[in-house]
């Protein structure tokens, strides 16, 4: 079965600044995707970014961008400039793309960040 | 487009009881998946639902029900329910593609006492 780590259960920033969030996986699977998404105190989870096992690339979305490396089975988040809007629970997530998976998400049990003024 | 929508956001049951919760999909999304939030497990998958049809399902007693209907509505039914009921339940939908995301709603907050 696969499971999705997140280390960090609280990480700090100042406004403006850099901060990385980390996130390993443990699966068997070649092909996959992996998720970032946000839970801000509203409680509706809110999708980031997105990758593709397959592609090599990694993925960029504005401000946000992350670090794949499919041979550690790493998948961190970059968030750069942070901003106070930025202060959320953010999750980790796997999804197979195999079985009749497309619904069924594997998270992380995420990494509440904070964002100082 | 108007996102997944989730009724009621609130609920209070008392152990025993039933209760059923709802979701409206983003139009044209014919896959609804639910899931159970709670501080001590985390995100859980609960089921899916895609074209009226349970595609998948999580690791759930079978007090945990759903079905779909063909206008891609879901509800979700918890049967006797129990303290540790108590959860943020999270509905999300999608194309049902594999490279579709999930599209999440607000959730409803059941209580159970």
């Known amino acids: 079965a696969q499971t999705v780590t997140q280390s960090q259960p609280e990480m700090s920033v100042q406004e403006a600044e850099t901060v990385t969030l980390s996130c390993t996986y443990d699966?068997?699977?070649?092909?996959?995707?992996l998720f970032w998404y946000k839970q801000p105190p509203s409680r509706q989870m809110i999708l980031v970014i997105r990758?593709?096992?397959?592609?090599?690339q990694n993925a960029t979305e504005n401000r946000f961008s992350v670090n794949f490396q499919k041979a550690a089975k790493s998948f961190s988040l970059k968030i750069s400039d942070s901003q106070l809007g930025d202060a959320a629970m953010y999750f980790c997530?796997?999804?197979?793309?195999?079985?009749?998976?497309?619904?069924?998400?594997?998270f992380g049990k995420g990494t509440k960040l904070s964002v100082k003024p | 487009k108007a996102g997944v929508t989730q009724t009621p956001r609130y609920l209070i049951k008392t152990r025993g009881q039933q209760v059923t919760l709802s979701c409206s999909p983003i139009?044209?999304?014919?896959?609804v998946s639910w899931y159970q939030q709670t501080p001590g497990q985390g995100l859980q998958f609960l089921f899916e639902?895609?074209?009226?049809?349970?595609?998948n399902k999580g690791n759930f007693p079978g007090r945990f029900s759903g079905r779909q209907f063909s206008n891609s509505r879901s509800e979700m039914n918890v049967s006797t329910l129990e303290l540790g009921d108590s959860a943020l339940y999270l509905c999300?939908?999608?194309?049902?593609?594999?490279?579709?995301?999930?599209?999440f709603g607000n959730g409803t907050r059941l209580t159970v006492t």
């Open positions: 999300a939908s999608s194309s049902g593609t594999a490279n579709s995301p999930l599209h």
């Open positions: 997530a796997y999804r197979s793309c195999y079985g009749g998976s497309q619904g069924n998400l594997i």
């Open positions: 639902y895609f074209s009226e049809t349970q595609r």
């Open positions: 699966t068997s699977e070649s092909d996959y995707y």
């Open positions: 990758q593709e096992a397959y592609k090599q």
């Open positions: 139009s044209g999304h014919r896959s």
